[in-house]
């Protein structure tokens, strides 16, 4: 508060100096622009100074006496009130509680002299704040203390405001950095909680949805959020997660009212499964389309797809070196007379046959079967545990033993050594049956059996143990699921007719 002698020099000066006020304000140091106007106001006003300094109200009567009114109606609470009203601040508005209305306000209660928490007290309370799980409201309402003790108590210890031990007042310099400091601080916290919650995400995507740990978590789908979402509400902000995914709030309530809903391809999941394991595991989405289609009228494929996504349906794969049979130039090679032309009009056109190997705990298996062109079907097999010409002839006897007459077919292999040593080509010989050889050491000539092998090593051989198991049970699912590949298994080349089925439906004997 400047004295009238103070405002009187410093209105003097400002007329000298020909209404300056930077010149003013340079020789007294006081005071700020606006308030020498009002002075100067004042002066041209009244002539000279005012002995007293008068203040207008900033607040008229009615503002003062509506806010005590409310004051009193609604309980005598500060808070609500200057809440309500906007205005003013807690020590003005006390002045007018007591002005307006003498000894009615609101009494507190202080315990002077007493100290209700010791040091050590305080800092163990400051430790569990630090360390909570929770809100921190429920660990000062343990400790019965309010929000804003047990935040100043943090403050002080961690030293992030100075302790008021005396009235020693802070330079300007000293108070801006603090000030920085402490919006670093706040900045930081936020930071660390965004990087943690990110993580947080990350961690639970790889755990719940089983997602790879690089995986984008803004990629994920509506559904998967949502998911991560609930696990991680109870410990951040419904907010905070949406703005990290990249979700709406609509988005999230509507996956959340999906869920509650009844899953209505309950009976269909169970369904597919079924026919999924009674297939060898070996069905895509398409066979398993088929074989839904039959039981039911309408259902698309896109469906199959999802369930068969979460239901980990899945076909699994895995690449295995192939048995090599060639010896070198046992005899001359014949010509490739199918040039990778693997298309028959009729059964009994072109055979295909090649030789493929099986490795067990127990031991190897070896199998050679003789395709025909027109179907896939296998029109005989011979299993065994030696590559040998025994192996190779007997499936050639069964083969020929089932043509008619007048059927010659060409057979068509590889240059392994039991296409070529004599038994094999007497027995080709003496049945009219025309041999062809890919080239050396080029599967696609023979593309369509090595095909057969990779889908029946696909179906019934990788990813499956076979610990335990002996060769003559080894031996006893192979034919079981030859026999169900020339019977059962659906092809869609085929209209969705296993082999045998698609003979019937084109009159043909199975």
């Known amino acids: 508060m400047y004295s009238y002698e103070d405002r009187k020099k410093a209105v003097g000066l400002y007329i ?55 004051y009193f109606e609604h309980g005598r609470s500060i808070t609500r009130t200057l809440r309500a009203i906007g205005y003013p601040s807690k020590g003005t508005f006390l002045k007018w509680v007591d002005e307006l209305a003498p000894g009615k306000r609101k009494a507190r209660i202080k315990r002077s002299g007493v100290v209700l928490f010791s040091q050590e007290q305080k800092i163990e309370a400051v430790i569990e704040l630090c360390a909570r799980e929770g809100s921190a409201a429920t660990v000062a309402e343990k400790l019965g203390v309010s929000n804003v003790s047990l935040y ?3 403050r002080v210890l961690l030293g992030e405001e100075p302790t008021k031990m005396m009235n020693t007042p802070t330079s300007p310099e000293l108070h801006s950095q603090i000030e920085t400091l402490t919006v670093k601080l706040e900045l930081l916290d936020k930071q660390i909680y965004r990087q943690q919650m990110e993580l947080d995400i990350l961690n639970k995507a790889a755990e719940i949805i089983k997602k790879d740990q690089g995986i984008n978590p803004r990629k994920l789908t ?8 609930d696990v991680l509400r109870t410990k951040y902000s419904l907010n905070g997660l ?54 039911r009228n309408i259902i698309s494929e896109k469906v199959i797809r999802d369930i068969m996504k979460e239901e980990q349906l899945v ?48 031991g190897k298996v070896y199998l050679s079967p003789i395709i025909d062109c027109l179907d896939g079907k296998l029109v005989s097999w011979t299993i065994g545990t030696s590559p040998d010409a025994e192996l190779v002839n007997t499936m050639l006897d069964d083969a020929i033993s089932t043509l008619a007459e007048g059927e010659h077919p060409i057979v068509h292999s590889d240059r392994g050594c039991h296409y070529r040593w004599p038994g094999w080509i007497e027995r080709m010989d003496k049945a009219g049956l025309t041999r062809s050889m890919s080239k050396k050491g080029c599967s696609p000539d023979n593309s369509a059996c090595e095909g057969f092998f990779g889908r029946l090593k696909n179906e019934m051989f990788y990813c499956r143990s076979w610990q335990g198991v002996s060769i003559e049970q080894f031996v006893d699912n192979l034919n079981s699921y030859l026999r169900w590949y020339n019977e059962k298994r659906i092809k869609m080349s085929l209209g969705a007719m296993s082999p045998i089925d698609y003979r019937r439906s084109i009159g043909l004997a199975a």
Request: aromatic share 12%; net charge positive.
């Open 16 to 70: 000298k100096y020909d209404l300056c006020y930077a010149e003013t304000a340079r020789v007294l140091g006081y005071p700020d622009r606006k308030t020498l106007m009002q002075w100067y106001k004042e002066y041209e006003e009244a002539g000279a100074m005012h002995e007293q300094f008068v203040k207008h109200p900033k607040y008229t009567l009615e503002q003062m006496q509506a806010a005590v009114d409310y």
């Open 152 to 154: 100043k108590w943090k």
């Open 222 to 229: 509506n559904k998967e959020k949502a998911r991560l979402i």
């Open 242 to 295: 949406l703005l990290a995914l990249e979700m709406s709030k609509s988005s999230y309530f509507y996956q959340k009212s999906a869920q509650l809903k009844p899953d209505k391809h309950s009976n269909l999941r169970i369904e597919l499964r079924k026919i999924f394991i009674e297939n060898h595991s070996c069905y895509g989405y398409r066979r398993l389309h088929v074989e839904i289609r039959k039981t």
């Open 315 to 362: 076909v699994k794969h895995k690449e295995k070196r192939k048995y090599s049979s060639y010896l070198g130039e046992i005899s001359p090679a014949v010509c490739n007379l199918l040039d990778r032309n693997f298309h028959a009009d009729a059964p009994n056109k072109k055979w295909l046959t090649d030789l493929t190997e099986f490795r067990i705990p127990a």
